[in-house]
């Protein structure tokens, strides 16, 4: 098999051992054993809990990842091929990727969603906070996409886990509050929903810390980037964009410093 083949699998087979190890090992927990009679999913949810993940969840979280896997030339898949056409190693490509996902307007949108509803607290506090939001034009996180100007088409199906896992254990709310904002943004501003909106309750529902939210997007986008790579290194050439200068017009007197 050829040798970055080979890698794009390890490297889909692994982060996610890394991200669950990586919390485990953070609170001083023992490292559950690797096994392989999970799949992807069922895999994170054991190393993470060292408990046998529930069937519900595991599908859940499957989804998800199906979900996120691969998006287009979003920021961070640009960023693997920029970083790939230079003819630079899968690992230093996938990095990149990783760097552009930790932003917050990227991969962090769902993260930010979970500390809003947080900072709100209750379904009875939504429509000032909303109100007030809009007042400072502050953005509200996980609303509208620079592509998608109708609904999200991911959107629903996270939307229905979501209601789903807040039946289960008890707790609406949380939906409750997003779905209230949800309305409020479609009405106000014509603005719809997106991935990132849903999957925050998603993963809070399934017990998984904020702070892991960016780094589970990053192990299904993995196979998406990987996947990008190995397309753009078949038939590569480099990124080379052009720049338009849009600055003061040619032959602009400029006032020598001494005399200012």
Do not use: C
Not at 32 to 60: C, V, Y
């Amino acid at each position: 098999m050829p040798e970055n083949n080979q890698i794009a699998i390890q490297l889909v087979a692994q982060i996610g051992i890394i991200a669950a190890y990586f919390h485990r090992a953070r609170l001083g927990l023992p490292l559950p054993a690797i096994r392989t009679d999970l799949n992807e999913a069922a895999h994170f949810l054991w190393l993470m809990t060292g408990q046998e993940p529930s069937k519900e969840a595991t599908q859940t979280l499957d989804v998800a990842y199906v979900l996120h896997a691969e998006h287009g030339f979003n920021a961070s898949t640009f960023t693997a091929r920029v970083v790939a056409s230079t003819l630079s190693d899968m690992y230093s490509s996938v990095s990149a990727a990783i760097g552009a996902l930790k932003g917050p307007l990227h991969g962090g949108a769902n993260e930010g969603v979970i500390h809003m509803l947080e900072e709100i607290g209750s379904p009875a506090k939504v429509d000032p906070w909303i109100d007030e939001a809009l007042a400072q034009k502050k953005k509200i996180m996980g609303i509208g996409h620079r592509v998608y100007k109708v609904l999200d088409p991911r959107a629903p199906h996270l939307k229905a886990m979501a209601i789903k896992l807040s039946e289960q254990l008890g707790e609406a709310k949380w939906i409750q509050m997003s779905e209230r904002i949800a309305t409020i943004m479609k009405e106000r501003k014509g603005l719809n929903a997106n991935v990132d909106f849903y999957s925050a309750t998603v993963y809070y529902s399934l017990g998984i810390p904020t702070d892991l939210f960016t780094p589970i997007f990053a192990i299904s986008r993995t196979s998406g980037w990987t996947a990008h790579i190995l397309e753009q290194l078949a038939d590569n050439r480099l990124f080379r964009p052009l720049s338009e200068y849009v600055g003061p017009e040619v032959g602009k007197k400029v006032v020598p410093i001494d005399q200012r």
